[in-house]
């Protein structure tokens, strides 16, 4: 059974400013923090719907700049026309595709994805470290040095091996809990900053059975 939260300070925050959802306070506060984003840059968002993130990105990188962002669902539009909306599956998706929509060098990749949770903890966990390593393979593909890799993880056994494998490509690997992140929340975000390049002996992670992703809900 999912957990019911009241809406809060933050759900009333995101109505009253034209937000899509809550989350896009949590990406403020990774900006507060880190200035990952610069007016101008091109930026991918993986796990964009509804959308807030994908404004949010928007509004910073203003028109000089592009978003592309990518989700299972459909995204309603509405969104200013630096957005590039594409709905897809992230694991189906080529680092050739996101270039190409991103019309020029990609300064940064951001993953708010989540898998559709089934209450076990584990599984759920294992879920989200697939979906962080895929935000990763495509990063290794399209990033420049010096670029940054922003995601979302639910935290678990795996964790630490998934940060050890960002330290061998970024040079700063910061876990980061944002206040708007509801507590009880097992999601935490990594933020990879100056990309040093893919360690040569970097596989290619298996696709996982994208069934495990519910692609054809909406
Ligand atoms: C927490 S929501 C993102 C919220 C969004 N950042 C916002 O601010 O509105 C997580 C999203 O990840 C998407 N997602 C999960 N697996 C995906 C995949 N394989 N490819 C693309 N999107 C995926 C889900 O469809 C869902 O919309």
Redesign the pocket.
């Known amino acids: 059974m999912g957990v019911h939260y009241e809406h809060d300070h933050f759900f009333h925050l995101a109505k009253k400013e034209g ?6 306070y ?2 403020k506060e990774i900006q507060k923090k880190f200035k990952p984003l610069r007016p101008g840059m091109r930026v991918v ?12 990105l928007a509004e910073v990188v203003g028109r000089q700049g592009k978003v592309v962002a ?4 459909t995204m309603t539009g509405g969104l200013p026309r630096q957005v590039e909306v594409v709905k ?6 080529t680092a050739e595709e996101l270039e190409s929509l991103a019309g020029g060098t990609i300064d940064g990749v ?7 949770t089934s209450g076990m903890k584990q599984v759920d966990h294992l879920r989200s470290v697939a ?1 962080c390593e ?1 935000a990763m393979y495509l990063a290794d593909r399209v990033l420049p040095l010096g670029g940054t890799l922003v995601v ?1 993880i639910f935290q678990g056994a795996d964790l630490s091996g998934y940060r050890s494998a960002l330290g061998s490509r970024y040079q700063k690997v910061r876990l980061f809990k944002p206040k708007s992140s509801r507590r009880d929340s097992v999601e935490i975000f990594l933020v990879a900053e100056s990309f040093k390049g893919a360690p040569e002996e970097a596989e290619h992670p298996p696709l996982p059975d ?1 069934s495990l ?3 054809m ?1 909406d």
């Open positions: 937000y899509r959802a809550r989350s896009v949590k990406l968002d993986l796990g964009a719907a509804p959308g807030s993130w994908t404004q949010y990518v989700d299972l669902h897809g599956d992230a694991f189906k998706m951001y993953s708010d994805m989540a898998p559709k979906l895929r979302k994208t992703y519910d692609p809900a």
